[in-house]
T-cell receptor
Framework: NAGVMQNPRHLVRRRGQEARLRCSPV?????VYWYRQLPEEGLKFMVY????????ESGMPKERFSAEFPKEGPSILRIQQVVRGDSAAYFCASSPISDTTGELFFGEGSRLTVL | GQQLNQSPQSMFIQEGEDVSMNCTSSSIFNTWLWYKQDPGEGPVLLIALYKAGELTSNGRLTAQFGITRKDSFLNISASIPSDVGIYFCAGQLGGGSNYKLTFGKGTLLTVNP
């Protein structure tokens, strides 16, 4: 997984609560990508961020979901007012350059369960 | 959007057997990738294919990028118990959007010792 660190590994929330997932990219990587994996599905792209910028959020649900990658610290994927359908594994990947070909390495994921 | 059809959905084989799985797409991809995911873990990149017709090996794994650029297959020879897991194909379109992988739904492989 090339050093991408995600936490928490597991998170349980009740409906209506907020979930915050963190991703620390490989040292020196300034491009971060978030993917979501629903049960028994492949991963689906959510958002691409560079430091302090959202580059492509075309895969993000329009409401309740937000992501940031501040100048200092990890990238955060925030889900407000969670619903049962948000239960999934959320994976982060990072790269040193933007248009990376074949070199997308994922972290171990954060598994969100909404009760 | 693009869709990848991955088959079979699952396979049950005996240790030592060879395995083959494939992906097809209605769209052309510039790069095909094969990942393996163990339970509770993230997907790990196994093989990347960059040119149509390319055949690439990684130990007991062999993958090919179809000539039409719309399909790819992965073969595992002489399977062993640690091959158990979910195998995903993924495609990259290129053109500045390589970060936006399209994944298949996966093939669940079970190996009986």
């Amino acid at each position: 997984n090339a050093g991408v660190m995600q936490n928490p590994r597991h998170l349980v929330r009740r409906r209506g609560q907020e979930a915050r997932l963190r991703c620390s990219p490989v040292k020196g990587h300034s491009h971060v990508y978030w993917y979501r994996q629903l049960p028994e599905e492949g991963l689906k792209f959510m958002v691409y961020l560079q430091k302090e910028n959202i580059i492509d959020e075309s895969g993000m649900p329009k409401e309740r979901f937000s992501a940031e990658f501040p100048k200092e610290g990890p990238s955060i994927l925030r889900i407000q007012q969670v619903v049962r359908g948000d239960s999934a594994a959320y994976f982060c990947a990072s790269s040193p350059i933007s248009d990376t070909t074949g070199e997308l390495f994922f972290g171990e994921g954060s598994r969100l369960t909404v009760l | 959007g693009q869709q990848l059809n991955q088959s079979p959905q699952s396979m049950f084989i005996q240790e030592g057997e060879d395995v083959s799985m494939n992906c097809t797409s209605s769209s052309i991809f510039n790069t095909w990738l094969w990942y393996k995911q163990d339970p509770g873990e993230g997907p790990v990149l196994l093989i990347a294919l960059y040119k149509a017709g390319e055949l690439t090996s990684n130990g007991r794994l062999t993958a090919q990028f179809g000539i039409t650029r719309k399909d790819s297959f992965l073969n595992i020879s002489a399977s062993i118990p640690s091959d158990v897991g979910i195998y995903f194909c993924a495609g990259q379109l290129g053109g500045g959007s390589n970060y936006k992988l399209t994944f298949g739904k996966g093939t669940l492989l079970t190996v009986n010792p």
